[in-house]
């Protein structure tokens, strides 16, 4: 029963191969992928995904420099879109903030903001990116009253990420905590009724030596990291996060 709750299989790299990189997820045991779409045509592909395949669920966002790249109405406009599609929609995602690329951080804020109350009408958790802007994440999403959170690949310092357990959000870990120190002390902060898994794919492989190109599937590695941090026996932790994403999703 595994999740993965962070995925890009809307990407060009997987349009060679898709429907075998489905069939060894569904092998391997997993049973829902949240592919996070990041603006209206990726957004468009993810339902597309979502309809074709029963193992992928539709997050639909706007990543954040995308935001300052469409302006104001473009979002509205796809604001009204996600609303039109609300039934198909399990999430908001891929949205936030990040000062890596940026032009206009105040444009990125106001995007952030109307996705957030986005989620809270649709009553659907929000998947939120804060590359270098963590701490302004974390007020907005405390500003606009959000309790349906997910921390996407979550780098703020300890304060932070005890905000974020405080909160009472979610904190999802990607497939490199298994040679990332970082992840792997988030792990250990993270109480496990907060603890989701993701993969980010195509991006962040567990073994970049051996792997180019993530696949949900490799949560099966990042399973055995976590369980060790842990203490558990991977079974009882897939059953964990199962449970976690249940509660959270459906």
Not at 158 to 183: A, D, H
Request: hydrophobic residues 40%.
């Amino acid at each position: 029963m595994i999740v993965d709750v962070h995925a890009h299989l809307d990407f060009e790299d997987y349009d060679n191969d898709r429907d075998e990189v489905i069939k060894r997820c569904e092998e391997a045991g997993v049973v829902a992928i949240v592919c996070n779409g990041t603006g209206p045509q990726k957004n468009r592909k993810v339902l597309e995904l979502a309809e074709k395949y029963n193992i992928i669920k539709a997050a639909l966002g706007f990543y954040p420099n995308e935001c300052e790249k469409a302006g104001e109405v473009a979002v509205q406009d796809e604001i009204d879109f996600i609303k039109d599609n609300k039934s198909k929609v399990i999430a908001i995602g891929e949205v936030g903030l990040d000062k890596k690329h940026v032009a206009n951080f105040e444009l990125q804020k106001d995007c952030f903001i109307k996705l957030i109350r986005l989620s809270k009408e649709l009553d659907i958790p929000i998947i939120v990116h804060s590359r270098m802007a963590e701490i302004e994440a974390i007020e907005i999403l405390e500003q606009e009253k959000a309790t349906k959170v997910v921390m996407h690949c979550f780098s703020g310092r300890k304060t932070l990420i005890s905000q974020v357990i405080k909160n009472g959000w979610y904190l999802s870990i990607p497939t490199n905590v298994v040679r990332n120190e970082q992840f792997q002390g988030l792990v250990d902060l993270c109480p496990l009724k907060q603890l989701l898994t993701e993969t980010d794919s195509p991006y962040l492989v567990h073994d970049s030596a051996v792997v180019n190109r993530n696949e949900p599937h490799y949560i099966s590695e990042s399973l055995k990291t976590i369980a060790e941090i842990k203490g558990l026996d991977v079974e009882e932790l897939t059953k964990i996060i199962y449970s976690n994403y249940q509660r959270l999703f459906l």
